[in-house]
């Protein structure tokens, strides 16, 4: 109940803080506008180094009539990603309403409120990187000895 309190919002504050202009925000705010365009009009993006993120904005932007709403709602939708990942990274170390109220600040960031403004793509490359140490660190403590040792560690 805590993190989906949490989750809501994080998706509600991060929405109403894009939401505060109706252009497109950040440095790179009217290149993925651009770019999605492009990919929706001419079925191709026009710069050829375009991300598999750029894809995955543009095949969300069909769901609304307005590419920029689209790309904030896409952002902010991330940003409950990046608090769940962060959490589960978290709870391999401190239990679950520590890892949500540790989430949540990290969420709060200056660096990441910016980088979710400015960068998506390096964002989304954060997101998942918090989703690949998880992993890592799950299945190395799988073993015993390390295990039993990180035991009187936790919080």
Same mark, same amino acid.
């Given at each position: 109940?805590?993190?989906?309190?949490?989750?809501?919002?994080v998706?509600?504050?991060?929405?109403?803080?894009l939401?505060?202009?109706?252009?497109?925000?950040?440095?790179?705010?009217?290149?993925?506008? %651009?770019?999605?365009?492009?990919?929706?009009?001419?079925? /191709?993006? =026009? #710069? &050829?180094?375009?991300?598999?993120?750029?894809? @995955?904005?543009?095949?969300?932007?069909?769901?609304?009539?307005?590419?920029?709403?689209?790309?904030?709602?896409?952002?902010?939708?991330?940003?409950? %990603?990046?608090?769940?990942s962060a959490?589960a990274l978290? /709870?391999? =170390? #401190? &239990?679950?309403?520590?890892?949500?109220?540790? @989430?949540?600040?990290?969420?709060?960031?200056?660096?990441?409120?910016?980088?979710r403004?400015?960068?998506?793509?390096n964002?989304?490359?954060?997101?998942?990187?918090?989703?690949?140490?998880?992993?890592?660190? /799950?299945? =190395?403590?799988?073993?015993?000895?390390?295990?039993?040792?990180?035991?009187?560690h936790?919080?």
């Amino acid at each position: 109940v805590f993190g989906t309190a949490i989750s809501l919002a994080v998706f509600l504050t991060t929405l109403w803080a894009l939401q505060a202009t109706p252009f497109a925000v950040g440095i790179d705010g009217y290149y993925y506008a %651009a770019q999605i365009r492009s990919y929706l009009e001419k079925g /191709r993006f =026009f #710069a &050829s180094d375009s991300s598999w993120v750029l894809y @995955a904005m543009a095949y969300f932007s069909r769901l609304g009539p307005d590419i920029v709403v689209m790309n904030k709602i896409f952002v902010a939708l991330c940003s409950v %990603a990046f608090f769940w990942s962060a959490s589960a990274l978290l /709870r391999v =170390f #401190a &239990s679950r309403a520590i890892a949500d109220g540790f @989430a949540a600040l990290l969420l709060a960031s200056s660096y990441l409120q910016f980088c979710r403004t400015n960068f998506i793509k390096n964002y989304v490359g954060l997101l998942f990187l918090t989703l690949l140490l998880r992993q890592i660190l /799950r299945d =190395f403590l799988k073993e015993p000895v390390l295990q039993i040792q990180l035991e009187s560690h936790r919080l």
